[in-house]
């Protein structure tokens, strides 16, 4: 009988250890980014365009860069992780960055990067 009550706290032991370790992801819906954001930060104001082929592209205004100008990027959207693929114009590269998702409504996006910098996004187009 004692071993049977040593393998029944053993299994409850690393049933409740096992829950303790896991981490709450937020998910989040991909097609809720699809269109175009803009962000004013710093001076700035840069736009990202999600298409559905998780291919987009981003520009920023005050460098005189218009949509058709813009560097393009594939992106993905797992989770709260959210990674852009930068196109290199030249040789073709992608340039991988990393974000997490804090945020993502139909009107309002935020994430972070790996330094915890935190940029915000307003839809101004589907």
């Known amino acids: 009988m004692s071993r049977l ?4 706290l053993i299994t409850i032991v690393l049933s409740l250890f096992l829950v303790s370790c896991e981490q709450d992801e937020e998910v989040f819906d991909e097609g809720l980014l699809l269109g175009k954001w803009q962000s004013q930060e710093g001076g700035k ?21 218009s949509e058709e100008e813009g560097m393009p990027f594939e992106w993905s959207l797992v989770s709260d992780d959210l990674t852009h693929y930068h196109i290199m114009v030249t040789g073709g590269h992608k340039v991988p960055k990393f974000y997490v998702v804090t945020e993502l409504t139909a009107t309002s996006l935020s ?14 187009a589907n």
Not at 111 to 124: A, P
């Open 111 to 124: 994430y972070k990067d790996d330094f915890n910098t935190l940029y915000h996004f307003l839809k101004v």
């Open 5 to 8: 009550k040593f393998i029944s």
């Open 45 to 65: 104001t840069e736009y990202y365009r999600y298409d559905a082929d998780y291919t987009g592209v981003m520009w920023d205004t005050a460098d005189d860069v």
